[in-house]
């Protein structure tokens, strides 16, 4: 499975759109692009995947680049209670094997 | 709604005990895993079951054995426990289909052994 980067940490002021990117400049054609994220001492929580379009759902938007060398997770009116570590995962499609997390992002979001 | 469930949310136990962990999922996955969360070492996989009664050594399978009597139920035991045991311990399941596999995880279990 493809590295990813990401930044250590970031912050949001509540009701403000939150911004996380992740570069995987050396993903391949068929792997995917997944988001989890963990609040303290909870399992991981499963946000949205994409492969090559953008893809939205109740919790947050995904953008990738044309290129898909790099993706943008955007939850758009972020609240107190999305103050996670948020994990930017690239793995290949149809494998039933482990996830890898990275050391994610911190988001912090300020009242 | 997609549901993982485990069976405590936090276990203390002494050396040498014997300990289950149990997992159950309600969306009908083939694949299930155990994996355990350590500050600094990320998840690490110990077993996974992609169906009833199948297992798959993961990368830490020693002290660690699995069971999957029912495709809904995937159950970690620790035989004889040891403090280095102690960990959050992670239960996940997917479905086994072309494409994506999104993996489901459950709230864990907090191990404490002493």
């Known amino acids: 499975d493809a590295k990813t980067t990401q930044p250590p940490s970031m912050d949001c002021a509540e009701g403000r759109a939150a911004n996380l990117p992740c570069n995987h400049s050396t993903i391949s054609g068929n792997e995917y692009v997944y988001w989890y994220r963990q609040i303290h001492s909870q399992g991981p929580q499963y946000i949205i995947h994409g492969l090559k379009n953008n893809e939205t759902n109740e919790m947050a938007s995904l953008i990738i680049t044309e290129d898909r060398k790099s993706s943008t997770l955007i939850l758009p009116h972020a609240t107190l209670r999305d103050t996670a570590v948020y994990y930017c995962?690239?793995?290949?499609?149809?494998?039933?094997?482990?996830?890898?997390f990275g050391k994610g992002t911190l988001l912090t979001v300020n009242p | 709604d997609v549901k993982v469930t485990q069976s405590s949310r936090y276990l203390v136990k002494r050396t040498g005990e014997k300990v289950f962990l149990e997992c159950v999922q309600d969306m009908d996955h083939e694949n299930m895993f155990w994996y355990r969360q350590d500050p600094g070492l990320g998840l690490r996989l110990i077993y996974f079951s992609y169906d009833v009664k199948m297992k798959e050594k993961g990368d830490i399978p020693e002290g660690y054995s699995v069971s999957r009597e029912k495709k809904e139920r995937f159950s970690l035991i620790l035989e004889s426990t040891s403090t280095n045991q102690t960990s959050m311990y992670l239960c996940?399941?997917?479905?086994?289909?072309?494409?994506?596999?999104?993996?489901?995880f459950g709230p864990g279990t907090r191990l404490t052994v002493l």
């Open positions: 996940a399941s997917s479905f086994d289909g072309l494409g994506a596999d999104t993996q489901y």
């Open positions: 995962i690239v793995r290949g499609g149809g494998s039933n094997y482990k996830l890898t």
